[in-house]
């Protein structure tokens, strides 16, 4: 009898169901990330640093517990950049690394309160997705300290005293550096949002069509509507 009624709770197509194995998920998959969000958080700042430390003069770099995990960095001035700089300082830096990771709880709640198809797929997608969202988390990290370093100091373009190539790389430079800031952006208001929910969609693309077509069907069956004569006496 527990086994029909975990079969029924696991393999429910109904919408319903869906939402309130959502809601259970998810609040399990928090538990379980804010277990591994400060190790996960840790290694991912490691990572990062370690790509960051031939591109970027990292001067030092510390870890707190505050917000459960912030990274703090002294970078030295971009000296060698193709613009120079107005004032050349250090650039100290704080990064949160769980406000980055956190979309782990949508995706697992997402992935497991989907009625399930086949235990390989689940499986499958889970690791997949979870490499691919780590990915995801290195990019939002390292473009955090590219946007909030290079967005912390000033640089001046003389286009009257550089040479026409000095100054054609200039420009490449700053516009580069727009141009992370936006993605950074981006993937602070909404895209670490919507990569989980991508995942999501590919993983339950036949529930969803097979929902939609009942859906359509129970619209084409229904009756019509029966039609009131007025008779005038």
Known sequence: ????????????????????????????????????????????????????????????????????????????????????LKSPQPVPLEIYPNTLHFNIIPFLALLLATPLQSKKRLILFLVLGFLFLSLTHVLHLFLDIEAYYFGHQTFVIDKARMAPDRLQEAQTFIYMIRLTAKLQGFMEQAGSMIVPAFIWMIYSQRWLFQALLKKNQSKRKLPPKPVSENKES
């Open 1 to 84: 009898m527990l086994r029909q009624a975990g079969d029924r709770f696991l393999h429910s197509p109904k919408w319903g169901m869906f939402f309130f194995k959502f809601a259970i998920f998810s609040v399990l998959a928090f538990l379980l990330w804010n277990l591994i969000s400060r190790p996960y958080g840790h290694f991912l700042c490691e990572r990062v640093v370690a790509i960051q430390r031939s591109r970027l003069p990292i001067m030092d770099v510390k870890y707190t517990d505050y917000r459960g995990l912030t990274m703090k960095m002294l970078i030295g001035p971009a000296v060698n950049a193709p613009a120079p």
